[in-house]
T-cell receptor, first 109, second 112 residues
Framework: DAKTTQPPSMDCAEGRAANLPCNHS???????VYWYRQIHSQGPQYIIH???NNETNEMASLIITEDRKSSTLILPHATLRDTAVYYC??????????FGPGTRLSVLP | DTGVSQDPRHKITKRGQNVTFRCDPISEHNRLYWYRQTLGQGPEFLTYFQNEAQLEKSRLLSDRFSAERPKGSFSTLEIQRTEQGDSAMYLCANDIGDYGYTFGSGTRLTVV
């Protein structure tokens, strides 16, 4: 079973920041938080990952709480092309990725 | 282009027929995974290879399913005597280290 809990769906206005939450209260000290997204009819695409520090790349920012029990993926300026299912995954070395149902983000014009 | 190629992209087959899917991974990455995804669900792990060795199989992988990776290069997933419940997207992925997995675009199987 997935070790994460995400809301099933969210809406966001185009051009605004999309903040996608994820709960992972049972995360272990050596487990990373990964975020992937899946656009219709494609395979999941890596977005970002982190252990305990906040991370930023060209796609998104990842904010991890100090106790590491939750995190937020931030898409700073959402576009229509960001409409997708977003998966938050907790994974340690040597473990297979376990996907939950994710959050379906709809970016609205 | 994700670097992981899957063929075919779509397959429609009659119930009871056998089907085979192929995955060509990023050549320098030696871990290869197969996942299955049904409508509205996240991908589910089926099996993975380290080079040519199949190291783990999910309980989802019934005896009608077989996967191979000869010589540690491409991989095939065969489903024998297909059933309607096998209709799904079959995804192949490479482990690319710290950045997780790179997935192919998948093969969508429809059993009629």
């Amino acid at each position: 079973d997935a070790k994460t809990t995400q809301p099933p769906s969210m809406d966001c206005a185009e051009g605004r920041a999309a903040n996608l939450p994820c709960n992972h209260s049972t995360i272990s000290g050596n487990e990373y938080v990964y975020w992937y997204r899946q656009i219709h009819s494609q395979g999941p695409q890596y977005i970002i990952h982190g252990l305990k520090n906040n991370e930023t790349n060209e796609m998104a920012s990842l904010i991890i709480t100090e106790d590491r029990k939750s995190s937020t993926l931030i898409l700073p300026h959402a576009t229509l092309r960001d409409t997708a299912v977003y998966y938050c995954i907790v994974n340690g070395y040597g473990q297979n990725f376990v996907f939950g149902p994710g959050t379906r983000l709809s970016v609205l014009p | 282009d994700t670097g992981v190629s899957q063929d075919p992209r779509h397959k429609i087959t009659k119930r009871g027929q056998n089907v085979t899917f192929r995955c060509d991974p990023i050549s320098e990455h030696n871990r290869l995974y197969w996942y299955r995804q049904t409508l509205g669900q996240g991908p589910e792990f089926l099996t993975y290879f380290q080079n040519e060795a199949q190291l783990e199989k999910s309980r989802l992988l019934s005896d009608r399913f077989s996967a191979e990776r000869p010589k540690g290069s491409f991989s095939t997933l065969e489903i024998q005597r297909t059933e309607q419940g096998d209709s799904a997207m079959y995804l192949c992925a490479n482990d690319i280290g710290d950045y997780g997995y790179t997935f192919g675009s998948g093969t969508r199987l429809t059993v009629v």
